[in-house]
């Protein structure tokens, strides 16, 4: 079996509800180390950083974005140059999107039915018509591990009807993405949407937990709502999710974030904000975030981080990278995003550890107090 999730030990220190989890999910190109964090690498490649420099920051697997690769250079093209795997370089395992998440964010969309999405191009304003088994098709082509089915996204806040249609549309999407998919040695991941409303996701976690995904994602989180209302949505989730697969909440989040959703019985993420806020001077540490354009960094000759052992903090001072930022050079981004993703992953490690010895409650403790959250 190409596919295989392996429920290793679990933890109820945090008293949630749901244990955290530490597992291990086998793919084709290699196995999953969970809670684990997958870094964004939207158009096939993560922002900034060449393929071992990733695999350098302990990261397993990688996400490609399907509504990107879909454009450019298209997907057939990616097909040629022999899927996103040969033509990134990257073995290990990939996760793709479905588009979704894409077309219902930036806006382009011209119009959604029951057949379709159809929505303009960011880039040339052509009209593409994507339906669930187009989606899988690109995701097909691109070859990746993990291929999550179409939803439908909604942005936050809305009615509860228009909640309500989206979610029952992405089950039936979901049920059409699983009848159309072909690859033996592609898993398919379902994604559990209903808004705010815990009635609303009960359901489409029990209805989308009765087809046979690999794996459950819990969608339509991380837009903007504050954080207690995503632990509250994803703590009603998570038991209503099948015990023996993956489970992955999408687009999250901080480090607070991701601990606060391993004790609620997450086991992946996938977030910008390492590489993004690293290429804003923004890094994240044991000691809290440090901006480094800040002109108190100017002539201070220690590590961005004195316990991380990146590039960044073991060869560079904070005055020079704050210089890097300063005049512009691209080499200042590039270092902090490769010390945030060491960072995400050293957090990650922690965390797997800590469930492994049953005290994942004091490791996230100490970790809020670290970061000076209460
Ligand atoms: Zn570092």
Partial sequence: MAFRFEL??????????????????HTPHGPVQTPGFM?????????????????????HMILGNTYHLGLRPGHEVVKTLG?????????????????????????????????SVIFRSHIDGALIDLTPEYSMQIQESLG?????????????????????DAMERSIRWAKRC????GRADQAKFA?????????LRVQCAREMAAMNFEGYAVGGLSVGEPPPEMYRITQATTPELPQQKPRYLMGVGRPIDLLES???GIDLFDCVMPTRNGRNGYAFTDAGPIKIRNAKHKT??????PNCDCLACTRHSRGYLRHLFIVGEMLGPSLLSLHNLTYYQKVMQGAREAIEQGCFAQYMATKKQQWGIE
């Fill in 8 to 25: 290793q030990c679990t933890d109820t220190s945090t008293a949630l509800g749901t244990p955290a989890r530490r597992g291990v999910f």
């Fill in 39 to 59: 870094p964004v690498g939207t158009q096939g490649t993560v922002k900034g950083l060449t393929i071992d420099q990733v695999a350098g920051t302990g990261a």
């Fill in 83 to 115: 899927g996103l795997h040969a033509m990134s370089g990257w073995e290990g395992p990939i996760l793709t999107d479905s588009g979704g998440f894409q077309v219902f964010s930036l806006d382009g969309i011209n119009k959604i039915s029951e057949h």
């Fill in 144 to 164: 990746s591990d993990v291929a999550m089915v179409l939803d439908h996204v909604v942005a936050l806040p809305a009615e509860k009807d228009a909640v309500q």
């Fill in 178 to 181: 699983l009848e159309y998919a």
């Fill in 191 to 199: 994604i559990v949407q209903g808004g705010l409303d815990v009635e």
């Fill in 262 to 264: 391993v004790a609620r």
């Fill in 300 to 305: 201070d000759t220690s590590p961005l981080d």
